[in-house]
């Protein structure tokens, strides 16, 4: 850990990434991260004996559910600042600084990853993950001010501005939840283009296959309809507007 610097966690939410996950955990910047945290949702592979190998701190939640791991790494992690990224290996962790910096200079407080805007391997997305990005994040702009082009699960945030944000999806909107909420409360939001890759071993339980899919985007459109409505009944004033200041050159 550098002297005077912030610590920084990478929080990485896992089930059965065996042959993936030791590889991100590697590719880390060291450097730039002091502690590294791999939830593990019930992995029945080596998925916890590779993590832990590579050096990263597994904890196990027995409780289902991307947010909840998501959840429960951020509170184990006793750091300042939160970057949260996939196990599969799709994330470049060599991208971690571009996200953070921002955070470290105070001039935004959410920085999320655009794999929209930037250099996609073929084959890493898929045009409806695509579609689907561009879709919500227009749907959240007209609600919020702030129009994301992507969920991507790459992104960083300081621990205390999640904390205030109330996070209470625990399944596969918690990304969503988390723009919306972070847009809503006025955070100054930042979008940055990074490359992204196939996946490094073993099949997605979302976009893999039809039935992860359909459960996928049931939830994502379910917490957009819900955050929206919770957003609308506690806002007496119009929404605080959060500051966009566009891509990061």
């Not at 060291?30 to 992995?43: H, Q």
């Not at 300042?80 to 407080?109: K, M, N, Q, W, Y």
């Not at 990853?113 to 695509?130: I, L, N, P, W």
């Not at 890759?197 to 996928?216: D, E, F, P, W, Y």
Request: charged fraction near 25%; proline fraction near 4%.
């Amino acid at each position: 850990m550098t002297a005077g610097r912030p610590r920084i966690a990478a929080i990485i939410p896992v089930l059965d990434e065996a042959g993936a996950i030791g590889t991100v955990v590697r590719e880390l910047p060291r450097d730039w991260v002091d502690t590294v945290i791999v939830v593990d949702g019930g992995s029945k592979d080596g998925t916890v004996a590779e993590a832990t190998t590579a050096g990263a701190r597994v904890l196990v939640e027995t409780r289902r559910g991307y947010g909840r791991a998501c959840a429960s790494g951020a509170a184990a992690a006793q750091a300042d600042i939160l970057v949260f990224l996939d196990g599969d290996g799709s994330d470049r962790p060599e991208f971690l600084p571009d996200l953070v910096r921002p955070l470290l200079a105070g001039s935004h407080d959410f920085v999320i990853a655009s794999r929209v805007r930037g250099k996609r391997e073929k084959g890493s997305m898929g045009f409806h993950q695509v579609l689907a990005g561009l879709l919500i994040g227009r749907a959240v702009g007209w609600l919020s001010g702030v129009r994301y082009s992507d969920m991507c699960a790459f992104r960083a945030i300081r621990a205390g501005d999640l904390d205030r944000l109330g996070m209470r999806e625990m399944t596969y909107g918690w990304n969503l939840e988390m723009q919306m909420r972070a847009a809503h409360a006025g955070l100054r939001v930042l979008e940055v283009p990074v490359d992204y890759r196939c996946r490094i071993a073993g099949n997605s339980k979302v976009a893999g296959t039809l039935r992860g899919s359909v459960k996928a985007a049931t939830r994502i459109i379910a917490t957009l309809i819900r955050v929206a409505r919770e957003t609308r009944q506690t806002a007496s004033d119009p929404i605080p507007h959060a500051r966009q200041e566009g891509v990061q050159p």
